[in-house]
T-cell receptor, first 112, second 114 residues
Framework: SQTIHQWPATLVQPVGSPLSLECTVE??????LYWYRQAAGRGLQLLFY??????ISSEVPQNLSASRPQDRQFILSSKKLLLSDSGFYLC???????????FGSGTRLTVV | ELKVEQNPLFLSMQEGKNYTIYCNYS?????LYWYRQDPGKSLESLFV?????AVKQEGRLMASLDTKARLSTLHITAAVHDLSATYFC??????????????FGKGTKLSVKP
C-alpha cells in the first residue's frame, strides 16, 4: 500500500533562518506531488506541484522554493524565513485525478 | 480564475438532525473532492466525485455533484458528535488537463451538540 511521510511534525524557527521540509511517498512510482499551506485567514493554498523529477511549478510568488531530487521525494525550502511563512504545510500526492489526492500528516511551522 | 465557495462556514447542529453543506464553483469542472479535517490534523479524503450526477455515501454522509449547476452538496443524516470537524470541498482546476491542482473552499466548521 502507498504511504506518505512528512517531517518534522512541528517546527519553531526564528525570522531569517533557513527552512527544509521533506515529504516522501512509498509504494508508488512517478506520483504527482504537491505542497499546500494552510494559514489563518488565507485558507488552503497551493504552493508548488511537480509531475516528475526535477520539474517544479510555482503557484504563488514568495520566498519559498521546492525541489524534487528523487521520484518520490519532495522538498520545500527557504533561505530566509519571514513571519508570514508561519502555517501548516501539507504535502499531497496522486497517481491520477480519478484516484483522488492523499495528504501527509503536515508540518506546523511557527516563525518567531 | 476558479473560485470555490462553501456555505455555511459555521454550522452548529443537534445530534439526530439532518443538514446540508453546499459547495459552489465558478468554472467548468467534473472533478470534485470532499475532505474532513479534525483540529490540528491533516486532511482526510471523504469522497471523490467525477461526473455529473455522481452520488456517494459513507455512513451518515452523502455527497453529490451537479456539474451543470456547478454545485456539490454534502448531506449529513442524523448527526452524531463524532462528525464534528471542518469539511472542505475542493475542485480540480486542471479540467481536461493531465495534472490536478485543487482549489479549496474555505471550509465548513461543523459542531454537533447533544
Amino acid at each position: 500500500s502507498q504511504t506518505i511521510h512528512q517531517w518534522p511534525a512541528t517546527l519553531v524557527q526564528p525570522v531569517g533562518s533557513p527552512l527544509s521540509l521533506e515529504c516522501t511517498v512509498e509504494g508508488t512510482s512517478n506520483p504527482n506531488l504537491y505542497w499546500y499551506r494552510q494559514a489563518a485567514g488565507r485558507g488552503l493554498q497551493l504552493l508548488f506541484y511537480s509531475v516528475g523529477i526535477g520539474q517544479i511549478s510555482s503557484e504563488v510568488p514568495q520566498n519559498l522554493s521546492a525541489s524534487r531530487p528523487q521520484d518520490r521525494q519532495f522538498i520545500l525550502s527557504s533561505k530566509k524565513l519571514l513571519l508570514s511563512d508561519s502555517g501548516f504545510y501539507l504535502c499531497a500526492w496522486t497517481q491520477g485525478w480519478r484516484l483522488g489526492y492523499t495528504f501527509g500528516s503536515g508540518t506546523r511551522l511557527t516563525v518567531v | 480564475e476558479l473560485k470555490v465557495e462553501q456555505n455555511p462556514l459555521f454550522l452548529s447542529m443537534q445530534e439526530g438532525k439532518n443538514y446540508t453543506i453546499y459547495c459552489n464553483y465558478s468554472t467548468t469542472s467534473d472533478r470534485l473532492y470532499w475532505y474532513r479535517q479534525d483540529p490540528g490534523k491533516s486532511l482526510e479524503s471523504l469522497f471523490v466525485l467525477l461526473s455529473n450526477g455522481a452520488v456517494k455515501q459513507e455512513g451518515r454522509l452523502m455527497a453529490s455533484l451537479d456539474t451543470k449547476a456547478r454545485l456539490s452538496t454534502l448531506h449529513i443524516t442524523a448527526a452524531v458528535h463524532d462528525l464534528s470537524a471542518t469539511y472542505f470541498c475542493a475542485v480540480d482546476r486542471s479540467y481536461g488537463g493531465s495534472q490536478g491542482n485543487l482549489i479549496f473552499g474555505k471550509g465548513t466548521k461543523l459542531s454537533v451538540k447533544p
